[in-house]
């Protein structure tokens, strides 16, 4: 585990190894505030580099999930600061990762007076879950306006100043898993006529808009862009495979421009390897790559010079003390799936860890 574990550095990013959490809603947000309890999980995962935190919403219309965090209100950034303390007293850098969930989301789940939104008024397929009335299917969501959408992009830029207020290191766009900047990218979702719908130069806008201005705002060395590459979760139709390529190439050379910190890769068998090799050669800064990697496949990528970083998820869920578990060679806790999203402690902070 050589590199693994060994100190990272390029730009501004200095971690403690190559090693990042990657992000995982686990819903123990109650009312959308962070917690002492949020800030106790946190804390004992701060063994990571770099942890992302779980999606969290940059405006009350984006909180399509119950329990999942926000970043707008001043009782929001207290509670996150507790937890930025907690990770930097670790040791570890913690970004922010903002997620809009867009049209996959149910009323039910958001505050009173705002409805679900999104590029189109596509309906995504499925159900989602509610405190209040159990399973449900998606809403339909309304159609942003131009408005709609300048609100939108303002609401992004709020949300990364007042994460760095909160004391994050950075904030990282989600970008990927059907949520709404994805939902942007694709034809079959975006159906808009104006300059965010048509071509792939104009479905790339709204998230490059986002990440241009939030990087004028807070520093683009405090932004990173997380993308899942031929994803077909939360309804996501397939598109045309050379049409996919291309608008990856063209965020990750346009984000390149930028100088944003990183690209996140949410990594599937689906990604084919030119498109891999494109984002690589596109993007010179640094590259996570995440998704169903073990201590020995996640060191080769980083031996192989694929990715700079490599992110774990149910590995952290699991152990909080993987660093620990993966200098000693240790066997890793199972995760508990019945309690991945459920309130309160169990599941969430009690895993056991190595004497």
């Known amino acids: 585990m050589k590199k693994l574990l060994t100190p990272y550095a390029k730009g501004k990013l200095q971690l403690k190894n190559h090693v990042v959490m990657a992000p995982m809603t686990r819903s123990r947000a109650l009312n959308n505030i962070p917690n002492n309890l949020m800030a106790a999980y946190y804390k004992q995962r701060s063994g990571a580099g770099l942890i992302v935190t779980e999606g969290t919403s940059p405006s009350p219309e984006g909180l399509g999930y119950p329990r999942i965090p926000g970043i707008f209100s001043d009782e929001q950034v207290e509670g996150w600061k507790a937890v930025t303390q907690a990770v930097h007293e670790g040791g570890s850098k913690i970004f922010l990762q903002l997620m809009h969930t867009g049209r996959v989301a149910h009323v039910a789940n958001l505050p009173e007076g705002y409805q679900p939104v999104g590029l189109s008024d596509i309906k995504a397929a499925g159900e989602i879950f509610t405190d209040s009335a159990g399973l449900q299917e998606h809403s339909v969501p309304i159609t942003l306006d131009a408005q709609g959408i300048q609100r939108v992009i303002k609401d992004f830029v709020k949300a990364a100043e007042n994460a760095v207020k909160a004391g994050f290191d950075g904030v990282e766009?989600?970008?990927?898993?059907?949520?709404?900047?994805?939902?942007?990218?694709?034809?079959?979702?975006?159906?808009?006529?104006?300059?965010?719908?048509?071509?792939?130069?104009?479905?790339?806008?709204?998230?490059?808009?986002?990440?241009?201005?939030?990087?004028?705002?807070?520093?683009?060395?405090?932004?990173?862009?997380?993308?899942?590459?031929?994803?077909?979760?939360?309804?996501?139709?397939?598109?045309?495979?050379?049409?996919?390529?291309?608008?990856?190439?063209?965020?990750?050379?346009?984000?390149?421009?930028?100088?944003?910190?990183?690209?996140?890769?949410s990594n599937s068998p689906a990604i084919p390897e030119k498109t891999h090799e494109g984002i690589r050669y596109a993007f010179s800064n640094t590259l996570i790559y995440c998704n169903g990697l073990t201590a020995e496949t996640a060191e080769a990528k980083l031996q192989e010079g694929h990715a700079d970083l490599v992110a774990f998820g149910r590995s952290f869920l699991a152990n909080p003390d993987f660093i620990e578990r993966l200098e000693k060679n240790e066997a890793l806790n199972e995760v508990d799936y019945m309690t991945l999203y459920t309130p309160g402690e169990h599941g969430y902070t009690d895993y056991p860890v190595l004497d």
């Open 173 to 265: 766009l989600h970008g990927a898993n059907g949520y709404l900047l994805e939902q942007s990218l694709n034809p079959h979702i975006n159906n808009r006529s104006d300059n965010y719908g048509g071509n792939i130069e104009n479905r790339s806008r709204l998230t490059l808009e986002i990440a241009e201005k939030i990087a004028g705002a807070v520093g683009a060395d405090k932004v990173g862009l997380r993308i899942s590459p031929f994803s077909t979760l939360s309804d996501m139709p397939a598109y045309d495979e050379a049409e996919v390529h291309q608008t990856y190439i063209h965020l990750a050379g346009e984000l390149n421009r930028l100088d944003i910190a990183y690209l996140h890769i």
